[in-house]
Every structure is written in C-alpha cells, then in structure tokens.
C-alpha cells in the first residue's frame, strides 16, 4: 500500500492524462512520458460508462511499480466496498437492458472491441510489457490472444444450438438458455489483459454484466480496457472496472449478495477464500480457475536426432515463457532414464542460449514474487540440488531499485518430498526428475495436489492416447504446449480449480438453463 497523496492523483486525474497514455504506442514514447511525470500515473475506475475515481472519503491509494525497474510509475485506488457496490449496481441497471439485446447487437459490440483492440495492439503490448515486466514479444501475442477472445465469442454466439426431445406421443422438451446475471471476473497478474479478456468477452456474449477487478500488481491493462470500452460506445453500465486489493475490492466483490456468478482466475488459497465467503449464497456460479505444478514427460523416443531438436525446445518454452509466470507451464521435467543425462545437458544448452535474462526473459513481477522466487533457490541451494543454470546469489543486490530480474534456474537432484519439487514456484525455474518406465512416468506426474495442466513429449502413437488419457489434468499436450482452440474446455482438476471456461463450457457458466415441456 502506497502513501501517494489522494489530492494530488485526483488534480491528475483533473488534468486527464488518458491522451497521452494512448498516444504512448512504443516503449520509447512510454518511458519518456512516465519520466516526465512529477508524479505517477494515476489509474481510475471505469464505471457506468465513465473514467472515475471512487468517491468515498476513505480511499487509499496502492502504487504500482514497473518489474523492470523497481520504480513506481503509477498509482491506483483501493477501491472501498461502497464504491464496488454502486459499480454492482450500475451493472445490475445495465443487466435490465443489456440481457434482451439480440445475439446480432452484442455480437457486434465485441467485433467493434476486436477490431479497436487489433488497430491499438502495440500501445496494448507496450503498456503490458512496461507493467508486468514481460517481453515486449510476449506482450504482443497475449494481446493477439485477447483480440481473438472477442472475435470467437462475437461469432460463437449467432450459430448457438440447443437440444430437444420427444416423449413419446406425450411432450416435446427443450432446453432454454437466459444470462445468469451479473459477475465478478477477477483476472490475475502474470497475463492480465488476455485473461481479463477471457472473462468479459463470454460473459457480454451471453447477455451478462460485469463488474471486473484485475489484480492491483497490473492494474494497466485494464484501465486502457475501460478508455477502448468508451471508444467503442458499449453501453455504460454493462462492464465496469473497479481496482484495488483482494482483501478490500475483491472480498467485497464477491460476497456482495448482488453478484450472481464469480469467474477468478489466480492462487489455489484465494480460490478456497472465495468458495468458503460464498458457501452460503448456494446460486451463485463459480469459475475457479487455480494454480499448477505441471509435470513434462520426455520419453527416449523423443530424442531420437530427428525429434530431439523440437522436443528441448518444447519443453524449454513450457518452463521458461513469459519468465515462467504462466499457470500452465512445465516446470517439473521427468526425463527417461536412458537419455535423462542427453537431455540434461541439451536442454542446459539451449537455455542459456535462447532464454536470455533483459532480452528473451523480462523481469518477474512484483519484489514480493522476486522474493519468494529465491526463496525457493536458497531452498534447493540448502538440500543440495545441482543447479545447472542459475543460482542463489542476487545478480543485481540491489533488486528494489534496479527491477525484479531472475535467471532462468534448472535444478537435478532435488527430492520427490522438497517444496521445490511440490509447490507452485510460478516463476523460471524447473526440476529435472528421471524416471523408470511409463508407469512409473506417469506415477511422478500424478503425484500432486495440483491437476491443470502435462506435456507429454512421445513418438508413439500409441503411448500419446494410453499416457494423456491417465494424466490427472484437466489440459495435456502432447508434442506441443500451449495450443488452444477456444471452444476446449479450459480447467484443472484436484486443487487446480473447478469449473471449466471455453466455447460451450463458458456458456455454462454464464447462463441458466430451464428445460421446457410442451404437450405433444
């Protein structure tokens, strides 16, 4: 929590630098503007159509700082639980509305949010790479990623389908699908717009309202949402964008009895915080999507000289992409014994090759992650591990000034019982774990509290079915990572969350469904 005075962000806010925030379409321009600020940036809510602080004499301010500096560039309101409900209200106003509007009108809303988003895609890219620390590379395809979110559901929703049935010579039933209401979507840090997008597009599609909170770390790429949501001309009222903490905003989000479906994608705790605050409000829906410890199998057949080339490389960008700040990556390797010490040292080499610390690999997050990120290196430093690449020692010493930046770290002979090997690290740093035989493959792989996502690296046909079919995942890859078609169910299993998002299964989530009997 920052100290930023309330009165100075407000005479900023006065002076509206919303123009120049989006003229800043290249790190350059964005740099050299938040250089030349007196003080930072200051982020507002969007609500009811309108950029606007809270108005509650009680509200602190939160300063957001960019990873590769550890400078704050921007400040942002916590926003209080009176405010949050005024923006419920708003969306429960515009729901009235906004749910009988045809499939063709709110399909063309969110062709208008593509196609903005697709003509401001670097500006997006900038700005997301400035705040969550990741390449300027990765930013721009998580924005790709998210144009495509509006696209599929702007078209998903004319060519819907629904089931009938005939009881014989008695009734002819059908389902009947209407919106749920209105949802708290509260998005994470590590991909915010595109998981932010991943949320408000179906639940616009489907005739729903929003109130949305994205993380208070990356608080930017929403901010711009709200000014492209203006631009677009959506209706005010039907998203709003409401920043601050998870223990003030978002646990008066969604508790609030006015919110009739939560989608949260983030930490496995704060996912088991929302279910036990809404356990009594039974209507609720709930989308929980948690976190991962993801297991990559690499099989002796991977590695022959015609596939060991596309097998280290697809294993290196599922532990090292976006700094290993995706809750789908691979960061525990099992390896076949019989070329676990080829693809020790292949797998070494093309790391430090193509995953290159302020080049390829941007900084992580925010210092607390930075902190708990080697926390977890001293951690295996004190039980031996070998580490391969990387190490304990602070490569700046000064992280709190200089940017939040860590080596891409590859770790043998760490126990199966280490928290290293356990835990949700969420940043670049992998295991490497040999293992027998398939079952004994698969065994390791399963043995996890968490179930969201495997990689299976394999040239038979035959193991790629009998193998992904026994993995506890709600998402397994074989021979590729990170591949998606967006009407697949998109979930984990065990503690990786419940509920699934994507195409149909979003509609699940976003409507109610009542079955209709009419005499025959």
């Known amino acids: 929590m920052g100290n930023t005075n309330p009165t100075d962000c407000k005479r900023q806010v006065l002076i509206d630098c919303a123009d120049t925030i989006w003229s800043c379409d290249t790190i350059d321009k964005a740099t050299t503007f938040i250089r030349s600020m007196d ?74 949010m593509s196609e903005l988003l697709r003509a401001h895609r670097e500006l997006f890219a900038v700005w997301e790479s400035i705040d969550q620390g990741k390449t300027l590379e990765r930013a721009r395809i998580e924005v790709d990623r998210a144009i495509s979110n509006f696209s599929y559901f702007s078209t998903y929703i004319l060519h819907e389908q629904t089931a009938a049935r005939m009881v014989d010579g008695v009734a002819l039933t059908y389902e009947h699908r209407s919106p749920a209401g209105v949802f708290a979507l509260i998005s994470p840090w590590n991909m915010p717009l595109y998981l932010l997008t991943w949320k408000i597009a179906p639940c616009l599609a489907f005739g729903c309202t929003a109130v949305a909170k994205p993380s208070e770390v990356t608080s930017m790429s929403a901010y711009l949402l709200g000014v492209l949501f203006q631009k677009a001309g959506l209706p005010g009222g039907v998203v709003n964008i409401v920043l601050g903490d998870g223990p003030t905003t978002g646990q008066a989000l969604v508790t609030s009895p006015l919110i009739d479906g939560v989608s949260f994608t983030g930490g496995t705790q704060t996912g088991i915080a929302i279910r036990q605050a809404t356990a009594h409000q039974i209507r609720k829906h709930l989308s929980l999507e948690l976190g991962g410890k993801n297991p990559t199998l690499v099989f002796a057949d991977s590695m022959t000289s015609s596939k060991r080339e596309a097998t280290i490389r697809i294993a290196a960008s599922a532990a090292f992409e976006n700094q290993g700040e995706i809750c789908l990556c691979g960061s525990r390797i099992y390896v076949e014994r019989s070329v676990y010490g080829e693809f020790v040292l292949k797998f070494t080499e093309h790391v430090r090759k193509k995953y290159v610390l302020r080049e390829t690999v941007g900084a992580v997050a925010s210092l607390q992650h930075y902190n708990k990120i080697r926390g977890y290196l001293r951690q295996a430093a004190s039980e031996n591990a070998t580490f391969h690449l990387g190490g304990v020692s602070d490569p700046q010493d000064k992280a709190g000034n200089q940017g939040y930046w860590i080596a891409p770290a590859i770790l043998t002979d760490v126990a199966r019982e280490s928290v290293v090997q356990t835990d949700e690290i969420f940043g670049p740093v992998v295991t490497i774990t040999p293992f027998e035989n398939e079952e004994h493959a698969v065994e390791l792989s399963n043995d996890s509290q968490y179930g969201l996502a495997a990689i299976v690296l394999t040239a038979d046909g035959a193991r790629m079915r009998r193998v992904g079919e026994q993995m506890e995942a709600g998402l397994v890859w074989v021979n590729c990572w990170l591949v998606r078609e967006l009407g697949t169910p998109f979930g984990g299993m065990k503690n990786s969350g419940t509920g699934r998002e994507g195409g149909d299964y979003s509609r699940d989530v976003f409507t109610v469904v009542r079955t209709l009997h009419l005499p025959a």
Request: with cysteine.
């Open 39 to 112: 003080t930072p940036i200051c982020l507002s809510n969007y609500v009811s159509g309108e950029l606007q602080l809270p108005s509650s004499a009680s509200t602190t301010f939160i300063n957001s700082v960019e990873p590769k500096t550890g400078a704050i560039f921007a400040t942002l309101p916590c926003t209080q639980p009176s405010d949050v409900e005024e923006a419920i209200r708003q969306a429960r106003t515009a729901f009235k509305t906004w749910s009988k509007t045809t499939r063709v009108e709110r399909s063309g809303h969110l062709r208008r």
